[in-house]
């Protein structure tokens, strides 16, 4: 998706690169994939923004993340109707460059809180199945509120860069392109930039999951200790919890995270070596990193399903809410008129 990428005879080229290929898939590819991320993505995001609010009494530090985590998606998928409307116009910006640059920087930073949200998510419950004492001490709402103060700080000063970055530039009296990325003259920065901003808010956040998830894995392998039946089922369904937390966070890093910076990251390598690449590797990881640009996306629909599949405060909420109604519907029709 980078938008200073090589013209074919479809695009007027924007720079002195050597290689020229063709791109037009994306201009079909990436509304209509940001079409149907937008639609799935509102609907979840606005469903368990609701639900969590109804419980806003009772919020435990899971539910904080899960709120922030809620937020950055609905936030970043707002941002979509833009880069929808961008891309089936085929790269023409009309909306001028301060918006531009706002756009980009609030995709990116939302992209990344979302990141960081799960990694506190998964950290609390690998205190939670392995430390559960040490837990009740490090696991509190009150630190669970600044460890989210804290994300947004980082993640928001990390991302300001791209404020600068993100430029537009007139290929015609009538035709403007929203760099993703940046201008060509700065481009040695950027990726630069970009690397360091994959290594922080992306490798190392992985590999803190990755290992929580590997000690929770074995600790949930050890045979029980001899309990009462009551704490036994409520064992079994605190491992059954953590299961499901672990495979989806882990797909979602999988599936949307890994594919989008692997290819980003080749890609940029590839432009910046650019005499020592050829054409064909060089067009390879473009369509690559244009394919795994909305892997990137959904995790926006797939992180609702976290709440829904790993917590029981999505559906016990659904479930209380439906009694309720029914309560007062039969209330209603057994009142004499």
Not at 321 to 331: A, C, L, N
Request: hydrophobic content about 45%; overall charge positive; some cysteine.
């Amino acid at each position: 998706m980078t938008d200073f990428s090589n013209a074919t005879t479809h695009n007027e080229s924007l720079h002195p690169y050597r290689c020229m290929f063709d791109e037009d898939f994306k201009y079909i590819l990436l509304p209509v994939s940001y079409g149907v991320v937008f639609v799935v993505g509102l609907v979840l995001n606005v469903v368990t923004l609701y639900v969590i609010l109804v419980q806003r009494h009772s919020w435990k530090s899971s539910t904080i993340y899960m709120f922030n985590l809620t937020v950055c998606d609905t936030m970043y998928i707002l941002t979509l109707p833009f880069l929808i409307y961008y891309y089936a116009d085929e790269n023409d910006w009309p909306f001028g460059e301060p918006l531009c640059k706002l756009i980009r920087f609030l995709f990116y930073t939302n992209l990344y809180g979302s990141i960081l949200f799960l990694c506190c998510i998964s950290l609390h419950r690998f205190l939670g199945i392995c430390y559960p004492m040490h837990s009740l001490r490090w696991a509190s709402t009150r630190r669970a509120r600044l460890v989210s103060a804290g994300v947004w700080a980082v993640v928001v000063l990390v991302q300001a860069p791209v404020l600068y970055f993100s430029r537009t530039r007139d290929r015609g009296p009538a035709d403007r392109t929203c760099y993703d990325t940046t201008s060509e003259e700065l481009f040695d920065s950027f990726m630069a930039y970009s690397m360091a901003v994959s290594v922080l808010l992306f490798a190392l956040p992985f590999m803190v999951v990755m290992v929580c998830y590997g000690l929770m894995v074995r600790k949930l392998l050890e045979p029980p200790h001899m309990m009462a039946a009551a704490a036994d089922a409520n064992a079994a369904r605190s491992r059954q919890k953590s299961v499901k937390m672990i495979i989806i966070v882990l797909a979602v890093f999988m599936l949307c995270f890994l594919p989008f910076h692997l290819t980003r990251s080749l890609y940029y390598s590839f432009r910046y070596l650019d005499e020592q690449i050829s054409c064909t590797q060089l067009e390879a990881s473009s369509i690559a990193y244009k394919v795994t640009r909305p892997l990137a996306s959904a995790n926006s629909c797939m992180d609702p399903v976290l709440y829904f599949m790993a917590g029981q405060g999505f559906r016990r909420n659904i479930t209380k809410k439906s009694k309720y109604r029914h309560t007062e519907k039969i209330k209603t029709m057994s009142t004499p008129m």
